[in-house]
């Protein structure tokens, strides 16, 4: 894999940058190219040219988001490549790399290796942000990791690397399973956001929204009911104006520390 004529593509999907970080990171290391998922999902198909394809995204409810499954379900050309995935967590993973290997196999690839990290959770209407010193513990803990994975994606290793903690995974499954069915990634989950006061019109809400679901009426953000439930419009507003339900209004609001609005603004493009 160290073979100067390798070409390889990292794709990625992002609400609140961890996944950003993780990718970004991996791809310097590996001479990757990083290509953001939501600005490839107006193809009808996308064709892979490279040799190794990285996939990068977040658990959600332990699985993967919505854009994400639409993207593999968009893949060719997927035979004789080396897939890596990085799935990246606030706590548990659950089956969500084995699921992605099925959905992998079904467009006739094969998913080579799977590594879980563990970032800050941003689902900020289940909790707060977490306290910033165990964020940086965190952070402290992915830049050591970062060199193994990519190491072990430059040599071509083999394996789904997660830690599947059995009980934590039970005892967490039923809860965010229950969440799951109770609707809370439905595309009309956004009849639950709302705007208070302090929100001043300036539209980086519909900006950083990775599928155009957020209109500005009357200064405004209007939400379109297809949303994805990726936080980024509540956890990017300056105003902290953005609401869920009658949670989060005294909810510290959390994006990862070294990306910045304008990389939101980039990888939408
Ligand atoms: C809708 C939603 C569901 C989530 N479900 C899970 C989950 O099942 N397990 C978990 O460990 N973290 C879960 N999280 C936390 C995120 O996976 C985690 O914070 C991730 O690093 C966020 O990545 P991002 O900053 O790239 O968006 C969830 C977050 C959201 C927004
Ligand atoms: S980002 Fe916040 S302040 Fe700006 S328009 Fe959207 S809700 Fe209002
Ligand atoms: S409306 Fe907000 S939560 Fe929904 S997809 Fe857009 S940015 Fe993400």
Not at 5 to 15: D, K, M, R
Not at 129 to 140: D, E, N
Request: glycine content about 6%; proline content about 4%.
């Amino acid at each position: 894999m160290n073979d100067t004529a390798v070409s390889t593509e990292l794709y990625y999907f992002s609400g609140t940058g961890n996944s950003l970080v993780v990718a970004r990171d991996i791809a310097r290391k590996i001479n990757g190219k990083l290509i953001s998922i939501p600005s490839v999902m107006d193809k009808e198909s996308i064709k892979i040219d490279a040799d190794v394809v990285g996939i990068v995204f977040p658990a959600y409810y332990m699985r993967m988001p919505g854009i994400v499954e639409r993207f593999i379900n968009k893949l060719t050309n997927l035979q004789d490549k080396y897939i890596f995935a990085i799935v990246t967590v606030g706590g548990i993973a659950g089956s969500v790399l084995y699921r992605l290997s099925e959905a992998i196999s079904e467009r006739g690839g094969s998913l080579n290796s799977g590594f879980i990290v563990r970032m800050p959770a941003n689902y900020i209407d289940n909790a707060d942000a977490l306290p910033l010193f165990l964020q940086k513990r965190m952070f402290r803990n992915w830049n050591r990791k970062a060199h193994k994975i990519a190491s072990a994606i430059n040599t071509g290793k083999s394996g789904l690397m997660t830690r599947f903690n059995p009980v934590m995974t039970l005892l967490f499954s039923r809860y965010i399973d229950k969440q799951y069915s109770r609707g809370e990634l439905s595309p009309d989950i956004d009849k639950s956001f709302w705007t208070d006061s302090k929100c001043n019109g300036c539209g980086i809400c519909l900006r950083v929204c990775p599928v155009r679901n957020i209109e500005l009426v009357d200064d405004r953000p209007v939400w379109q009911h297809h949303c994805e439930k990726c936080l980024a419009c509540i956890q990017w507003c300056p105003k902290e104006a953005i609401q869920f339900r009658n949670v989060t209004m005294k909810r510290k609001r959390y994006h990862h520390p070294d990306v910045k609005v304008s990389d939101v603004l980039k990888w939408n493009e």
